[in-house]
Antibody, heavy 121, light 113 residues
Framework: EVQMVESGGGLVKPGGSLRLSCEASGFSFSNPWMSWVRQAPGKGLEWVGRIKDKTDGGTTDYAAPVKGRFTISRDDSKNILYLQMNSLKSEDTALYYC????????????WGQGTMVTVSS | DIVMTQSPDSLAVSLGERATINCKSSQSVLYSSNNKNYLAWYQQKPGQPPKLLIY???TRESGVPDRFSGSGSGTDFTLTISSLQAEDVAVYYC?????????FGQGTNLEIK
C-alpha cells in the first residue's frame, strides 16, 4: 500500500524550532520530487517547498515566507523526507502535509495525512 | 508569482445537476515546448488531505470517476462535475505547477442544494 506518514508536529514557542518527518512506503521513494504543503486552520493550501531527486541534483526551492528559516532534506536510504523549521512564527501554525510530485507530470499525487504545528507562547 | 483565482468561492448544486468551477491564472501556464497546461485540480473532503483529480488541465487521475472533467488552456480553466453525487461535497482547489512557487487557488466550497 502506498503511504506517507508525517510526524514531529506539536506546540512550540515563537522563535523555536521543530523537525517534521515523513516516512514513505509502498513506492520507490528515491524517484519522485517531494514537497511540503501546509494548511492553516480553516484556510487554503500553501506550498512550502520542494526537493528534487538525487539524479536531478537533490536541489531545493522554498516559498518566500519560509525561505531562510525552513530546510527540506531527504534520506533515500530510510525513505524519509524532513522539514527542519527554525525561527518559527505564529503564522507558521498549520497542518503540514508531505506530498510527492507525480513523475513526469509535477502535480501532487500522493499525500500524507498531515501533522499539526502550533506556534504559540 | 502566478496568482490563481477561483470562482465562485462557494457553490450549491442539486444532486444530479452539473457543477462548474472556474480557475484563472495571472499568467499562462501553457508550456509551448510540449503544448501542455501545467494545471491541476484537487478535491479535499473535511478531515482529509487533498486528492489529485485532474492534471495537465484535462487528464483524469487513475480511479477518478468520469463525471469529473477539466478543460481550458492558457489562463482560463474549468472543472466540471457532470452529475453531482453526495460524495462530491468538498472543497476544490486548482493549482499551477508551471514553476515555483507552486500556487493554489483559494478554494471553492461545493455543497448540495
Amino acid at each position: 500500500e502506498v503511504q506517507m506518514v508525517e510526524s514531529g508536529g506539536g506546540l512550540v514557542k515563537p522563535g523555536g524550532s521543530l523537525r517534521l518527518s515523513c516516512e514513505a512506503s509502498g513506492f520507490s521513494f528515491s524517484n519522485p520530487w517531494m514537497s511540503w504543503v501546509r494548511q492553516a486552520p480553516g484556510k487554503g493550501l500553501e506550498w512550502v517547498g520542494r526537493i528534487k531527486d538525487k539524479t536531478d541534483g537533490g536541489t531545493t526551492d522554498y516559498a518566500a515566507p519560509v525561505k531562510g528559516r525552513f530546510t527540506i532534506s531527504r534520506d533515500d536510504s530510510k525513505n524519509i523526507l524532513y522539514l527542519q523549521m527554525n525561527s518559527l512564527k505564529s503564522e507558521d501554525t498549520a497542518l503540514y502535509y508531505c506530498t510527492t510530485l507525480k513523475i513526469g507530470v509535477g502535480a501532487f499525487d500522493i499525500w500524507g495525512q498531515g501533522t499539526m504545528v502550533t506556534v504559540s507562547s | 508569482d502566478i496568482v490563481m483565482t477561483q470562482s465562485p468561492d462557494s457553490l450549491a448544486v442539486s444532486l444530479g445537476e452539473r457543477a462548474t468551477i472556474n480557475c484563472k491564472s495571472s499568467q499562462s501556464v501553457l508550456y509551448s515546448s510540449n503544448n501542455k497546461n501545467y494545471l491541476a485540480w484537487y478535491q479535499q473532503k473535511p478531515g482529509q488531505p487533498p486528492k489529485l483529480l485532474i492534471y495537465w488541465a484535462s487528464t483524469r487521475e487513475s480511479g477518478v470517476p468520469d463525471r469529473f472533467s477539466g478543460s481550458g488552456s492558457g489562463t482560463d480553466f474549468t472543472l466540471t462535475i457532470s452529475s453531482l453525487q453526495a460524495e462530491d461535497v468538498a472543497v476544490y482547489y486548482c493549482q499551477q505547477y508551471y514553476g515555483t512557487p507552486y500556487t493554489f487557488g483559494q478554494g471553492t466550497n461545493l455543497e448540495i442544494k
